[in-house]
C-alpha cells in the first residue's frame, strides 16, 4: 500500500544495528521495507543490505511497531496551538496575561477562544469572569478547563449566552454562582456549557483543517500512526476528509459521532450521511467513522462520575448522562446498525451500565465483529471484571493516570475513600484475566506520550518513582506487555491488526525508532525515552 504515491515505494530501505521488537521477549537484529511493506526481518534482512536504495543505522535504537493512540481528541488538542497560549500555564495571572496577549495580536478576533487551563488553580476550580474582564472586556472570551466538560467565561460572553441571575440550573451542568445568585463565571457539563458554545459562532473551517494537520505532527512526533478521534460532533468529519484530500491526513484516524442522551434518535440518519461520506473520500487505510461514542457519565474530580455507592463528600452518585434504560435502547440501535460502539465510563456503576449495554447488544442483535470498547475504565467493581473478557469488551486505559499524583492524593481518594482508590484502573486483573485490552491517551486531556503510559503501567509510579513498590502494585504489567497492548492491541480496537500493528513480513511499516530500548533500561530511564523517526508505511513522517 502506498500512501503518498511516493515514486520511490519499490526502493529498499534496511535499518540495522539496534533492536527490533517483534513481541514480549523476542527481538531481531534488523529489517527491511519495500514499497511501504515490511519485506525482510533479521538475517534476511541484513542480506539486503548491499542492494538496499537507503540504510538506517539504529546505533543501538530500538525499533517497534509505531504506537496507535484508542482514544484522544486531535481537534480539540490542534486548536490549543492557534488561540491564547495557555496549556500548561502554572498561576492564574500567567493564563490572563497570556489571553491579553493574544488579544493584543488579534484586534480582528469577534470571540476569544482558548484552551486548556489548569483547573486545579482556583479554589474548588471556580474561576471568576472578572479576573478576564480585566484584560478583554469589550469581546467574549471563552476558557476549556483541561477536562474539556468545564468552561471559563467574562462577563461579555455571559451576557451573549444570556446567562444571568434569573437563568435556571441546567438539567445535566451547573452554573456557579456569587452569593447573590449571579453567574461566576464557571460553567461545569453539557447544558450549562452548551448554553455558551450554542451561540459561539461556528470555527472557520480552515482552522479546523489547520488543527487536524497540526494534531497529526504532534502524534507522529510521538511515534503515533493511527489515532481515535473520540467526539466529534456534527459535520466535525469534514476537516478530515479535506486534510485527506490534501495528502496531509499523516495519523490514520478513525472518527467516534457522539450521540447525544436527548437527541439520539434523531441523529442516527446524520452519523449514516457521515459515515458514507468519511468512506466515499476514498481511503479505508488513512480515514474511518466506524464508531459511536457514549458519555456515560463524567469524571471523579468533579464528583460526576456514577458510583454505585455515593461519595464520601457529596453523599451522591454522581451526575449520569444516560439512564440504563436509555443507554440500553441506545447501544443496541447503533449497534444493529453497524456502528462499533465506544463508551466513557469511569465510575463503578457507569462501568456496570455500560458493559450491560454493550451485553444486552449481543443478545438482541446479530452476532458480528462489534469490538465494543469502554474507555477509562477508572472505578470497576470486582464482580464486573471477568465480564470483560466473557463479553469481548475492550477495557481502553489511559495507564499514565494510574499513579499517585496531586490529583490522585487531594481530589480523588479522599472522595472515593481507600477501598474504592485500590480499585482503580485494573489494568493487571483485566489483563490476567484474558480481556482484550488498548491504551488512549486522551490527548490534550492528557499528552499523547504512549512511552510514559506504558512506564506508568509497568510502574504505577509517578516520574520521581514514588512510591517504591508502585501504587496498588498488583495492577502494574510488564514494560513487554504495555508494548503490546500500545501497539497490537489498540490496533485490535481499530480494526487494522491485520496489515499494521505488529512487526512480520507483509505488514505495513508503520513504525516508531525510539532513542533506547525501553525493555533493557531502568523504568526510570526508559521512561524518558522519545521518538526519533516515525514511519507512515514506510513514508518518514518524523524525524528528531
Ligand atoms: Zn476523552
New binding site residues.
Given amino acids: 500500500m502506498t500512501i503518498f504515491h511516493d515514486a520511490s515505494a519499490d526502493d529498499t530501505t534496511v535499518f540495522h544495528g539496534g533492536v527490533v521488537w517483534l513481541e514480549p521477549h523476542k527481538t531481531t537484529s534488523a529489517l527491511a521495507i519495500t514499497g511501504g511493506t515490511i519485506s525482510a526481518l533479521g538475517e534476511e534482512a541484513l542480506a539486503l543490505l548491499d542492494q538496499a536504495s537507503h540504510t538506517v543505522d539504529l546505533a543501538g535504537r530500538f525499533l517497534m511497531p509505531a504506537f496507535s493512540d484508542g482514544?484522544?481528541?486531535p481537534v480539540f488538542a490542534g486548536l490549543e496551538y492557534q488561540g491564547p497560549a495557555i496549556t500548561g500555564k502554572k498561576s492564574i495571572d500567567a493564563i490572563v496575561e497570556a489571553v491579553r496577549v493574544f488579544a493584543e495580536a488579534n484586534p480582528d478576533a469577534e470571540w476569544i477562544r482558548g484552551g486548556s487551563y489548569d483547573p486545579t488553580l482556583a479554589e474548588g476550580g471556580n474561576f471568576d469572569a472578572a479576573w478576564l474582564d480585566a484584560v478583554v472586556s469589550d469581546r467574549p472570551v471563552i476558557l476549556r478547563a483541561a477536562d474539556?466538560h468545564t468552561l471559563w467565561c467574562n462577563s461579555e460572553a455571559l451576557k451573549r449566552a444570556h446567562v444571568t441571575t434569573d437563568t435556571p440550573e441546567p438539567r445535566l451542568g451547573r452554573i456557579e454562582r456569587r452569593p447573590d445568585g449571579s453567574p461566576l463565571g464557571t460553567l461545569r457539563e453539557w447544558h450549562a456549557c452548551d448554553l455558551m458554545l450554542d451561540v459561539a459562532p461556528p470555527t472557520d473551517p480552515e482552522a479546523l483543517v489547520t488543527a487536524v494537520v497540526k494534531s497529526c505532527e504532534v502524534a507522529n512526533s510521538n511515534g503515533i500512526t493511527w489515532m481515535q478521534d473520540?467526539?466529534v460532533d456534527l459535520n466535525g468529519h469534514r476537516p478530515f476528509i479535506t486534510a485527506l484530500e490534501r495528502n496531509q491526513l499523516t495519523v490514520r484516524t478513525n472518527l467516534a459521532f457522539r450521540a447525544d442522551p436527548d437527541h439520539w434518535r434523531q441523529q442516527a440518519d446524520d452519523f449514516i450521511r457521515m459515515r458514507a461520506e468519511v468512506h466515499a473520500a476514498g481511503n479505508e487505510h488513512l480515514l474511518t467513522a466506524r464508531t459511536v461514542k457514549f458519555f456515560v457519565d463524567g469524571v471523579v474530580e468533579s464528583a460526576t462520575a456514577e458510583m454505585i455507592a455515593p461519595y464520601l463528600d457529596t453523599h451522591e452518585h454522581g451526575m449520569p448522562n444516560w439512564s440504563r434504560e436509555e443507554l440500553l435502547l441506545a447501544v443496541a440501535h447503533f449497534d444493529a446498525l453497524g456502528f462499533q460502539t465506544h463508551l466513557?465510563a469511569i465510575g463503578d456503576r457507569a462501568v456496570r451500565h455500560a458493559l450491560d449495554s454493550i451485553e444486552n447488544a449481543t443478545e438482541v442483535n446479530e452476532t458480528w465483529d462489534r469490538r465494543s470498547t469502554i474507555?477509562?475504565v477508572q472505578v470497576v467493581h470486582p464482580d464486573d471484571l471477568p465480564r470483560f473478557a466473557e463479553l469481548g469488551v475492550i477495557a481502553n486505559f489511559q495507564a499514565h493516570w494510574a499513579q499517585e499524583d496531586d490529583l490522585m492524593t487531594k481530589l480523588t481518594a479522599p472522595r472515593l475513600g481507600p477501598e474504592r482508590t485500590n480499585l482503580q484502573y485494573p489494568v493487571g486483573s483485566l489483563w490476567r484475566s484474558g480481556a482484550r485490552l488498548s491504551f488512549?491517551s486522551?490527548w490534550p486531556?492528557s499528552p499523547n506520550n504512549f512511552v510514559e503510559t506504558m512506564l506508568v503501567a509497568a510502574t504505577r509510579q509517578t516520574d520521581d518513582g514514588s512510591p517504591a513498590e508502585g501504587w496498588v502494585p498488583e495492577q502494574r504489567i510488564t514494560v513487554d506487555d504495555g508494548l503490546l497492548i500500545a501497539t497490537a492491541g489498540t490496533a485490535y480496537q481499530s480494526y487494522t491488526e491485520k496489515f499494521r500493528g505488529t512487526i512480520a513480513v507483509g505488514m505495513a511499516a508503520d513504525l516508531v525508532v525510539l532513542d533506547r530500548d525501553v525493555t533493557s533500561v531502568e523504568p526510570m530511564v526508559a521512561r524518558k525515552a522519545v521518538a526519533s523517526e516515525t514511519y507512515l508505511s514506510g513514508v518518514k513522517v518524523f524525524t528528531r
Fill in positions: 482514544h484522544c481528541h474539556y473520540a467526539w466513557h474507555t477509562h488512549g486522551d486531556v
